[in-house]
């Protein structure tokens, strides 16, 4: 059996240093971003439990490109841009919600079928015949991996997610998270941070023994991270035995039903998933849940995630599902003050960039990955007068030909 449980540990001749200050602050470098991070990586969606039957649907909004995630007729998973093909108004403005057998944009009346195809213009005399597939919906890219919708605006380097994933599948095939069902609606929270910050954060556990005192009650020092290989990376804890000094922690293990589908080895585990460049599935013994970040600009990020349970949860499970959630939204807090602290900090003129610790090797690994798609998060000072987008096109053009 393949379970992961191996500690990573950092190189001493490792580069310490993190990404460049200016990164937190460039209008230019977020537009990159956009292209080369974002749009052409998987993103999380939904899970399958979010749009139970058909006609249920849950609109993704991604920097400027909406996608549509629904059930068709029969059941079936597609994935459409949120966009009508007679004057491009959105065809659903709902988050979520559940249409009967058709699609009908609120703009002009255009009606879609499930399957995207063109059932019909309103006054269809007035254009010449319309193809129903070639008129139909422009379909997005999507996989379904363990109960996840991941969707892709853009061609990108990432493999299906099912390769990309792999590493995992053996060890989340013991939740079953397919089979969860919403324990709430997906939440969204607005932070006034770069996404980045949010990141630097989340890829490392040095903080927790200071940051976070409800973790370090309920898992202390038994917490490691794996830093990121291949854009993927993952975190694993246990529950400390000697945890219950905050009362949070305290009822949630005196509570916490032994969770006998679950082998031994994770029956008292919290573990966490990450796939780059910025989501991840994190879970429990009582809960699955996927959590991630966007930019809305340079420095304003969306939080966004949901949480799944098991449709036959017992009330201890509830209750101890409940006292999790509160350790979590401690956590996320004292999470968000942090990245807040860190990401004004790099508009001083004080700054002079990260030192990294051994423990921190989780955020070198994922600034790597993104001075792999940007090349220009190698300079230490932002380029003046400089084309970002120009310079960075040619230090991509000069990395390929030296590795030709």
Not at 121 to 150: I, T
Not at 155 to 170: C, D, K
Not at 357 to 372: N, P, Q
Request: proline content about 6%.
């Amino acid at each position: 059996m393949n379970v992961i449980d191996h500690r990573a540990r950092a190189p001493r001749s490792w580069d310490r240093r993190g990404l460049p200050g200016w990164a937190y602050h460039s209008d230019a470098l977020l537009e990159l971003e956009k292209e080369h991070v974002f749009l052409n990586h998987w993103q999380i969606a939904c899970h399958v439990s979010d749009i139970p039957e058909p006609g249920h649907y849950l609109s993704f909004d991604l920097l400027g490109e909406r996608a549509l995630i629904l059930r068709d007729g029969q059941g079936q998973i597609r994935a459409f841009h949120n966009i009508c093909r007679h004057r491009g108004s959105r065809l659903v403005a709902d988050e979520r919600g559940k249409c009967r057998n058709a699609l009908v944009c609120p703009f002009h009346g255009w009606v879609y079928n499930l399957d995207g195809t063109l059932r019909g213009a309103a006054r269809p005399e007035s254009f010449p015949d319309l193809d129903k597939v070639a008129f139909g919906l422009a379909p997005v890219e999507f996989e379904v991996w363990q109960g996840f919708v991941f969707i892709r605006f853009r061609p990108g380097p990432q493999p299906a997610v099912r390769e990309l994933l792999a590493p995992f599948a053996e060890e989340l095939a013991f939740y079953d998270m397919e089979a969860k069902v919403p324990a709430g609606e997906i939440w969204t929270q607005e932070s006034p941070v770069n996404w980045k910050s949010v990141r630097d954060v989340d890829n490392e556990g040095y903080h927790v023994a200071m940051a976070h005192p409800a973790l370090q009650d309920l898992y202390g020092s038994t917490y490691f991270d794996i830093p990121m290989k291949d854009g993927i990376s993952s975190s694993h804890a246990v529950y400390n035995a000697h945890g219950g000094r905050r009362w949070s922690v305290r009822h949630y293990l005196k509570l916490a039903p032994e969770p006998t589908h679950l082998p031994d080895h994770l029956r008292k585990s919290w573990a966490y998933y990450g796939l780059f460049p910025n989501s991840v599935i994190a879970v429990t013994p009582q809960t699955i849940q996927f959590y991630q970040e966007f930019p809305l600009a340079t420095n304003r990020s969306l939080l966004r995630g949901g949480v799944y349970r098991r449709r036959e949860e017992s009330r201890a499970e509830r209750a101890a599902r409940y006292l999790a959630f509160r350790i979590d939204r401690d956590t996320n807090a004292e999470d968000v003050q942090l990245t807040i602290w860190s990401n004004e900090a790099m508009l001083s003129k004080a700054f002079q960039g990260f030192y990294l610790s051994d423990l921190e090797y989780g955020v070198r690994a994922h600034h790597d990955h993104l001075r792999a798609a940007l090349p220009v998060l190698e300079m230490e000072n932002l380029p003046e007068g400089e084309d970002l987008a120009a310079l960075n096109a040619r230090l991509l053009a000069g990395r390929r030909t030296a590795s030709s």
